[in-house]
């Protein structure tokens, strides 16, 4: 079992990336503990700058990123932490498998048509080319297992597609890469804004009430869920009454999602309450859950030292693990290397 997953270093984390991908982290480093096996973690780095961004940002980024993985329980004794920057065997083994992937596959990512909106022409060639970056990510560690919310399923579907083609063409009866399997929560894959019920939650809206942020204190927290928009209605009693209501089936299943319940069984206590009641119990939920992860981010940020020599590391050993895969890569294009 090779866990590896990824989250770019772009603003701070926030609910639907703890619920819909770094939840699952933690849990699989468990596993892999237990199992045997081995778990690495990284800062999607390279892929921040296929939108515009500040580059001194982009470093403080990187640092606030790893004290708030390992606030969430990623421990970089186990798991192995690293930015994308300080591993060259990514950037290399993407243009490896730029042979291999094919244009009609990357047109119909849905990830670029969102992010390159009206502006195709405008979008960087890395915006375009990122799930092909995304895709080297994974093949280089020969992952089995990769735990990511629902909005990076299609970006592993042509992971495999590339490894499948990349077997057939120059495997020569090997199996050059690992085919990766997406491991997505069915209760948080795809949280939502708190402004919108049917958008995402995202580090790119532009708005700071639409998502809670682990750096958020608990007033923020509450004033956060008590403001979030909602319907005038009751809860209803059974799951199907909350049709047509985005919103509610996004508060309640955060709800569920914190507190490791069934829809039903929210709605067995809450069913018939209105959301002046719900919002605060929602608010102390949330508070109770991400209120220690808060704090040790705090602390750990402070520590610029001890976040650099986790990254180097971590880094240290990722170009380890990856060297045989990234050889293997380049012999099995007959590109002669000395
Ligand atoms: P990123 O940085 O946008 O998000 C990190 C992880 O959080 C999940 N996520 C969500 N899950 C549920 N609800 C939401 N609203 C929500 N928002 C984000 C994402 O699915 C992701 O798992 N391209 C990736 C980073 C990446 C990567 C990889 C991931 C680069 N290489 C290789 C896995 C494997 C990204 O931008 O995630």
Request: aromatic letters at 6%; one cysteine or more.
């Amino acid at each position: 079992m090779r866990v590896v997953s990824g989250i770019q270093p772009t603003g701070n984390l926030h609910l639907g990336n703890y619920l819909g991908a770094i939840r699952n982290w933690v849990r699989m480093q468990d596993e892999v503990g237990r199992e045997g096996g081995q778990c690495l973690f990284f800062l999607a780095d390279l892929h921040a700058i296929s939108m515009p961004h500040d580059p001194a940002e982009l470093s403080a980024n990187t640092l606030g990123m790893v004290a708030a993985l390992v606030a969430c329980g990623i421990d970089p004794e186990r798991s192995i932490l690293f930015n994308q920057a300080q591993v060259p065997a990514h950037a290399e083994l993407q243009w490896l498998l730029n042979g291999t992937a094919r244009i009609g596959w990357l047109n119909r990512m849905t990830q670029f048509k969102d992010k390159s909106g009206k502006n195709r022409e405008g979008a960087s060639v890395a915006l375009y080319t990122y799930p092909v970056l995304q895709a080297a990510d994974v093949l280089l560690y020969q992952a089995t297992h990769v735990p990511v919310g629902e909005d990076q399923k299609q970006h592993l579907e042509l992971a495999r597609d590339i490894a499948q083609k990349f077997n057939h063409d120059f495997g020569g009866g090997e199996e050059i890469f690992t085919l990766p399997e997406p491991i997505i929560p069915p209760e948080s894959a795809r949280i939502m804004s708190l402004r919108d019920g049917t958008a995402k939650m995202s580090k790119s809206d532009p708005s700071e009430m639409s998502r809670i942020s682990l750096s958020d204190d608990a007033d923020t927290m509450m004033r956060k869920v008590k403001k979030a928009k909602t319907d005038p209605e009751p809860l209803p009693s059974e799951p199907g009454g909350l049709e047509g209501r985005p919103e509610a089936v996004n508060l309640v299943s955060l709800y569920g999602a914190l507190s490791g319940r069934s829809v039903q069984s929210v709605l067995d206590e809450f069913g018939g309450q209105g959301f002046g009641a719900f919002k605060p119990a929602l608010g102390e939920l949330l508070i109770e859950t991400l209120g220690p992860i808060t704090q040790r981010f705090t602390e750990l940020k402070a520590d610029r030292e001890a976040l650099d020599a986790i990254l180097a590391r971590g880094a240290a050993e990722a170009r380890e693990i990856g060297r045989p895969t990234l050889n293997k890569a380049y012999r099995a294009l007959g590109l002669v290397r000395g």
